[in-house]
């Protein structure tokens, strides 16, 4: 997916310690101090930001003129949540909070579960966005104190109680944060009169590295899947705060997209979600299997041999470097047989007692309305960026060349005999990228249609068919295009949308649709034709292009060839 990053005003160490805003501050508060040395019990809050302020969930109070310096020149507005007042920022008509801390910092509490902060006096400023979770090549800061969140809303009465959108990133349960501009909530927010919450938690081995069968202890009992638990517990801060932001803690819409969409098919599994959301809509983003506790053991295994630690000594990686812990995650995947440790939400019998959509789709969530999202070519960039040649491939190479993509064992001259058959007009890299979307992502989340088809509330699906118009084209309705049509962060940085009038009318098409959903539970609206509810009878699915128009069973024989062979998730 595009890389979450968003650009930082200031650097770090490899620790996350802040170098250069102690000093801005310092400049900031120095005549503040001379004047009123009451303010000198601050100091270290201020030298070190807000963010230094809530160390470990202890705040000390950002007071008088040292706040009021540091908040200079911005349209600032306060409320209050559970745990002490928050500063935010008016900026365009919406309020925007950045980096509001729903819990303590997880760095004492490595692989356990986490942890609401302590309440703190005085005002935290949220006026910028919080440290993302440890993770390889981060363009932001990062730190094991990473469990913050960012809200935009129009209005902070409580009795507006708007919809509340949050958004899960995505990164493959390895990297990103809510902070990436394309999640920038203030458009929607701003024309939709709704709550956008966006958020970061732990990731990679910090979140999900399984321990259980190693440590034995049950201190690190949860260690695979303590993201999934911080998750848990936005959600519940949004249950017990949003209200304070105007939105409505009973109307609680989640969407992500890519790894985003995977965390919330898990959180459906998950008894401890359980009525902290409503409803769901997942972009790309399917979790038919959860890794089994003998798989995940095994990469814990590999993660140790990588450090050269014995089992025995297993709870040295409590204390170890979290420099040393990422180098270790590069080494080879045991189960996958190529590319670095995955880690991900483990059956681990404990928050997560079943797959989130094996044998069947999780009755937890089976009275939750939800959407069901893919785009056409997934793979164009999801392969395509990072291996330019799949764009010239040759038909004597293709089979070959799919055996390895296509993560489901089909003969693969088959496949591409079928494609050639239905698809005369293709290219063999066409054909590489329609079958390899085909047998992957789009499979993951047919599977959870058709379970989800059984249960009693509706499920919608989409397919984006809109190509990206920029590079010429090449990256067609590649994976992650739909999220700036969501957001209408058309122009954002990472969007492969632009923002001519094509893609205007697909955003505003799209956009409506989930503000619709997270109004009622149902995405149709105005300006679409009816978007009927997928039942196997006919498979409807809302097909967005340059006009929306319902399709049944759109790809059908590309559907069939693939359902004849098992699907287990990568990774699982």
């Not at 129009?154 to 509340?164: D, H, K």
């Not at 458009?187 to 709704?194: E, F, I, K, P």
């Not at 056409?376 to 392969?383: A, C, K, S, V, Y």
């Amino acid at each position: 997916m595009p890389p979450d990053r968003a650009s930082r005003r200031f650097a770090t160490s490899p620790t996350g310690r802040w170098h250069d805003r102690a000093r801005v501050s310092q400049v900031l508060v120095a005549g503040a101090l001379l004047a009123a040395p009451a303010a000198v019990h601050a100091v270290s809050a201020i030298d070190h930001g807000r963010r230094s302020l809530l160390q470990a969930g202890c705040a000390l109070p950002l007071l008088g003129l040292g706040a009021m310096a540091y908040a200079a020149g911005r349209d600032t507005i306060v409320t209050t949540t559970r745990h002490g007042q928050v500063r935010g920022e008016r900026h365009r008509d919406v309020n925007v909070f950045r980096g509001i801390r729903y819990g303590a910092d997880t760095a004492p509490r490595r692989f356990m579960p986490p942890v609401a902060p302590r309440p703190w006096n005085g005002i935290a400023n949220a006026l910028d966005y919080g440290h993302a979770s440890p993770q390889p090549g981060s363009g932001e800061a990062t730190s094991e104190d990473c469990l913050f969140l960012n809200v935009w809303t129009p209005g902070l009465s409580a009795a507006a109680r708007r919809p509340v959108l949050v958004y899960i990133h995505g990164g493959a349960y390895a990297s990103g944060s809510g902070a990436s501009p394309l999640y920038d909530g203030t458009h929607l927010a701003g024309r939709g009169d709704v709550v956008v919450v966006t958020l970061n938690h732990r990731l990679n081995l910090f979140g999900y590295l399984y321990l259980d069968r190693i440590a034995r202890t049950e201190a690190l009992a949860d260690g695979g899947n303590c993201g999934q638990l911080d998750l848990v517990l936005a959600l519940e801060w949004v249950r017990d705060n949003i209200a304070s932001f105007g939105g409505d803690p009973g109307n609680v819409t989640l969407f992500g997209q890519s790894g985003g969409g995977a965390k919330i098919a898990t959180l459906m599994a998950m008894p401890a979600a359980a009525g902290v959301f409503h409803r769901g809509w997942t972009m790309s983003g399917q979790q038919v299997t959860a890794s089994g506790p003998l798989n995940a053991t095994t990469r814990t295994r590999a993660l140790l041999d990588a450090l050269h630690l014995p089992e025995a000594r297993v709870q040295e990686l409590r204390s170890m470097p979290v420099e040393r812990l990422l180098e270790a995650m590069q080494a080879t995947d045991p189960i996958i047989g190529r590319g670095r440790l995955y880690f991900g939400p483990v059956l681990d019998e404990r928050s997560l007692r079943r797959h989130p959509f094996y044998p069947d789709a999780p009755p937890l969530a089976a009275r939750l309305p939800m959407i069901i999202g893919n785009t056409r070519g997934e793979t164009r960039n999801l392969i395509g960026r990072g291996d330019p040649t799949t764009f010239s491939l040759g038909w004597d190479t293709l089979a070959e060349r799919l055996g390895g993509e296509l993560r489901v064992d089909i003969q693969p001259e088959l496949v591409v005999t079928t494609y050639r058959r239905l698809y005369p007009h293709y290219s063999p890299s066409e054909v590489f990228f329609a079958a390899t979307t085909a047998a992957r992502s789009w499979r993951g989340a047919i599977i959870e249609l058709e379970a989800r088809a059984a249960q009693p509330a509706d499920t919608w699906t989409y397919q984006l068919d809109w190509p990206s118009p920029v590079d010429g084209g090449r990256w067609g309705a590649c994976h992650g295009l739909d999220i700036p049509l969501l957001f209408g962060t058309l122009n954002a940085e990472g969007s492969l949308t632009g923002a001519g009038t094509e893609a205007v009318a697909v955003s505003q098409a799209m956009g409506d649709s989930l503000l619709a959903f997270a109004r009622s539970g149902n995405p149709n609206h105005a300006g679409l034709p009816q978007w009927r509810p997928y039942r196997l009878d006919r498979r409807s699915t809302m097909v967005f292009d340059r006009s929306a128009h319902p399709v049944d069973d759109p790809r059908g024989d590309e559907r069939r060839l693939f359902e004849k062979v098992p699907f287990i998730q990568q990774g699982t």
